[in-house]
């Protein structure tokens, strides 16, 4: 799913999507005032750094924690950022609404019947208590199977790896040429 938030000036923490369930594993967060994404720190601590530390960069950054994403600087009045995330609503109803479960004999899993189906035979055998190993051998491969048909979101990299300090980019990423 895509989710654009906007700035008011101050605001720089945003609730996750109600129908948020993870980020996918290479998604970024765009901003309409950077050229590139911003960086997402993956330690507490690197915030705190962050926040802490009096430095001025040319990159925005974001990390999540306490169910929302958390931006920094804040972003300026009618800035953007835009992300893909993972929604859990994996049902479509009847009336083609989504949900996060299924409640209705008319429901549809939005993903691939078969891929459930594997699914559930492997889970009931092993609740169960029986060999399970070959279907949940045939669920893995069948998924991994889908996800290499699915192109995903490829990343572009031009110019060279940015200058860092103390492991985080702030420089920017591009190359400079021209008389001084």
């Not at 993870?22 to 705190?48: C, E, G, V």
């Not at 929604?87 to 083609?96: F, G, L, M, P, R």
């Amino acid at each position: 799913m895509l989710k654009t938030f906007t700035g008011d000036g101050t605001t720089a923490d945003f609730d996750l999507p109600d129908d948020y369930e993870r980020m996918q594993q290479t998604s970024s967060l765009w901003s309409s005032r950077w050229l590139w994404a911003t960086n997402h720190l993956t330690s507490p601590d690197q915030w705190i750094e962050l926040q802490v530390t009096p430095i001025a960069t040319v990159n925005g950054y974001w990390i999540i924690f306490g169910d929302q994403f958390h931006q920094w600087p804040a972003m300026a009045n009618s800035e953007t950022v835009k992300l893909f995330y993972v929604s859990n609503e994996i049902v479509k109803a009847s009336n083609n609404s989504l949900k996060p479960a299924f409640t209705e004999d008319a429901d549809t899993f939005r993903l691939s019947e078969r891929l459930l189906k594997l699914a559930i035979i492997y889970r009931w055998k092993q609740n169960k208590g029986l060999a399970y190993q070959q279907a949940q051998d045939d669920f893995e491969t069948l998924k991994l199977r889908m996800i290499d048909k699915d192109p995903g979101s490829k990343p572009v990299v031009s110019g060279l790896p940015p200058l860092s300090w103390r492991g985080r980019n702030v420089a920017w990423p591009g190359t400079v040429t021209g008389a001084p």
